[in-house]
């Protein structure tokens, strides 16, 4: 077995600049990147020289030996069939036939009263600022982070999300009450660029840091926070926030097409997930439809 190294190799260099010529953000990047190391870490070769057989014993070995589970095949096969068809080139009827069962599993959510509840409990201003802005406006974890001050528009009332998911810009309203909050907490670091900035020890480094905030800190922070609030549900992580902010806009009647539009999802299918996930209009729908039928 060769000692192939696929950390800073021409063919990963190859690889990241076809990713980004394809417009894939930074997260996608990542993981296909990481799918490809795993690759060439196991057959412990130059990827070019891998073959199709080969590729299936992976490909079977992760499935059967390791029992990815099919989210974690999907980014594997995604990654890899990138590289294989986009870089090296190669038309194997293979990269056609791979694909993951999807998943249905509906996302945990949390109700307004143990948002509020969790909220509350909150150990640190800098990640209450950061989860109550992430609940009230719906954002991805790291569109969170990445905030900048000038994707703030206070006049409009809206943040501008640079390069979500799929690399796509949005804009999100910014509630009124989360604006006067991100101006308060900005002025205890007044760091040039970042609203969420690393704020280090003693938080000295928050005004010159130029990295924000890092996931495993405001993650903790809510586990902390859920913890100390008594919330025993399963699965509850800062992505959750995003979850229940969809789910609680759907409750007060906000059109299904708008929700999308707040969350960057390119397809409704994705946003009808919600759905699943509020029993709202159940009852109101229950006496229309008695009503309908009577006398058929």
């Given at each position: ?10 063919w990963?260099?190859k ?21 490809m ?5 196991q ?6 020289c891998?073959?199709?057989d080969?590729?299936l014993?992976?490909?079977i ?28 080139k190669r ?11 999807r ?8 109700s ?5 509840g ?6 640190a ?18 569109e969170?982070l990445s905030?900048?001050?000038?994707d ?21 309203p910014?509630?009124e ?6 101006r308060?907490y900005?002025?205890t ?12 020890r003693s ?7 130029t ?5 495993e800190?405001?993650?903790?922070g809510l ?12 699965g509850?992580?800062?992505h959750?926030?995003?979850h229940?902010y ?6 007060a ?9 707040n ?11 919600y759905l ?21």
């Open positions: 077995m060769e000692n192939y190294s696929w950390c800073q190799s021409v990963q260099k690889m990241d600049r076809a990713m980004l010529v394809a417009g894939m953000g930074e997260s996608t990047r990542e993981s296909y990147d990481r799918a190391r795993k690759l060439v870490h057959c412990g070769k130059d990827p070019e891998i073959t199709e080969e590729l014993d992976y490909f070995f992760r499935q059967e030996e390791t029992k990815w589970a099919p989210a974690t095949m999907r980014i594997c096969y995604c990654g890899i069939k990138f590289f294989f068809k986009n870089v090296v038309d194997w009827h293979l990269l056609a036939l791979a694909q993951a069962k998943e249905r599993r509906l996302p945990a959510v949390l307004r009263e143990e948002v509020k969790i909220l509350a409990k909150v150990d201003f800098h990640n209450y600022v950061y989860l109550l802005t992430v609940y009230s406006c719906g954002l991805r974890l790291q969170g905030l900048e001050v000038s703030i528009d206070g006049e409009r009332k809206m943040i501008h999300i640079h390069r979500g998911k799929g690399a796509k810009d949005r804009y999100v910014l509630p009450a989360t604006l006067e909050l991100l308060k900005w002025r670091h007044r760091n040039p660029r970042l609203i969420f900035p690393a704020v280090g938080r000295v480094k928050a005004p010159v840091s990295i924000p905030m890092s996931i800190g405001v993650q903790g586990r902390r926070a859920k913890l100390a609030a008594g919330i025993n549900k399963k509850v992580s800062v959750t926030l995003r229940s969809a789910t609680h806009l759907l409750e009647g906000v059109n299904l097409r708008v929700i999308q539009k969350l960057g999802h390119a397809n409704i299918e994705t946003t009808m997930i699943h996930l509020t029993n709202a209009g159940m009852e109101d729908a229950y006496q229309i439809i008695n009503s309908v039928m009577q006398g058929v």
